[in-house]
């Protein structure tokens, strides 16, 4: 029970809602009056509150630490150990009012298993395992002294691929590792020491043959895409999201209207790399490329919105800390989204883009993901910016965190 509940799709407010979940699964929403409350149902009292469905973030990397890149750290962390950071990211997340995501890279399909088999809270997921990129690109962990950082594991497949054939093989290693959707890298970017953002990455028919391969088993492909002509690669070769677009310009934004792709802006990423530098917890290369982007990125994507591109909700969280997803709605927002345009790519837009059932919507059968604030999130949409401000998180029926008393 709430004072509103907002559906995002049609935008409507019901006063005086209800929803009601049942083995996880809603079964009702909407006006309070006259429902049938089964009397042996177990009731959360959201008086005061906004409620709406769990939102969803299209781009996070739950096993990464997200307070800067420490490479002496790096070096000493087990994989073990880096597989056991998603635990707490994973909370933090659910904290914030994310209930479902889309792993970038990082996390094998066992983070997942074990979230949904109970082992510790945290979001919905889809995995991408490992990100592929060419060699010298942006996964591609070896430092100038020879040291290679992507310690493969037996379900995280090794990261460096070339060629065709060799991405046909990579590609069928990562889906029998449990990849729900595969991700290529199609440019240079930010955090990789040897590559730059504005160079392109992987070719037109390496790209193909990934996205050939998802497609052969049922999964789409996801590319981390900076350049101009890595989007346009990506674009042609058949790839369903553009991440990050720093570059695109008409002819990328033509070809992304035909509304078969959607486009993962994270724009609050280069601003945590930034804010990490500022604290001395960043490499210099890092910084520097951060810094050259940022403007670009920023009308890059304002050119998007004005056309009418699909946009998905999206940070890289992972590089920023975990928890603070939030913070992009304020961006989307400041480059001329409307509030319930942000709370949409976050919601419906997010679940269509990246083809989670169940989510998105508090529709009849949609999972019972719920989260609650204080006030119309619409009118100030700082309400669902930062973690302390979700009031209220249900996640398949469970309250999984509540302020209220
Ligand atoms: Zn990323």
């Known amino acids: 029970m709430a004072d509103a509940l907002l559906d995002p799709a049609s935008g409507g407010t019901t006063r005086d809602a209800v929803v009601l979940i049942e083995d996880g699964r809603v079964t009702k929403a909407g006006k309070r009056d006259g429902t049938n409350v089964p009397r042996d149902a177990e009731t959360i009292d959201a008086t005061g509150l906004t409620i709406l469905p769990g939102l969803i973030d299209c781009h996070v990397h739950l096993t990464s630490l997200g307070e800067g890149l420490d490479l002496a750290r790096e070096l000493t962390t087990p994989p073990t150990f880096e597989l056991m950071r998603a635990v707490r990211a994973a909370r933090r ?22 979230i949904e088999q109970g082992y510790f809270s945290g979001p919905r997921m889809f995995v991408t395992v490992t990100g592929l990129s060419q060699t010298g690109g942006h996964t591609d962990a070896h430092f100038m002294c020879g040291a290679d950082l992507d310690i493969p594991l037996p379900d995280r497949p090794y990261s460096v691929v070339d060629g065709v054939e060799n991405m046909r093989l990579r590609v069928r290693e990562v889906l029998r590792a449990g990849a729900d959707w595969i991700k290529l890298c199609t440019s240079g970017g930010v955090l990789s020491p040897g590559d730059q953002p504005h160079h392109a990455a992987l070719s037109l028919e ?144 997010a679940a269509e883009t990246i083809g989670m059932q169940g989510v998105g919507s508090l529709d009849l059968g949609s999972w019972g993901d719920v989260i609650g604030v204080a006030g119309d999130p619409v009118a100030n949409l700082e309400l669902l910016s930062k973690p302390e401000n979700i009031q209220l998180v249900i996640k398949g029926g469970d309250l999984v965190k509540s302020t209220l008393n």
């Open 93 to 114: 997340t659910l904290d914030a009012g994310f209930t479902s995501v889309r792993d970038a890279a990082g996390s094998p399909a066992g983070i997942k298993m074990a």
């Open 206 to 349: 390496e790209i193909k043959a990934a996205v050939e391969e998802a497609r052969v088993q049922g999964r789409r492909v996801m590319a981390h895409a900076q350049a101009n002509a890595g989007i346009k690669n990506a674009l042609r070769g058949g790839v369903s999201t553009i991440e990050h677009a720093i570059w695109l310009d008409g002819d990328a934004i033509e070809m992304m209207l035909d509304g078969r792709n959607g486009l993962v802006p994270t724009l609050v990423a280069p601003h945590w790399v930034i804010r990490h530098a500022e604290a001395g917890k960043m490499p210099s290369y890092a910084i520097a490329k951060a810094k050259a982007v940022i403007d670009d990125h920023k009308a890059s994507i304002k050119m998007a919105i004005e056309s009418g591109v699909k946009v998905a909700f999206g940070t890289d969280t992972g590089v920023g800390p975990h928890g603070s997803n939030g913070e992009e709605f304020l961006l989307m927002h400041e480059l001329g989204m409307e509030p319930l345009e942000c709370i949409r790519a976050a919601t419906n837009v």
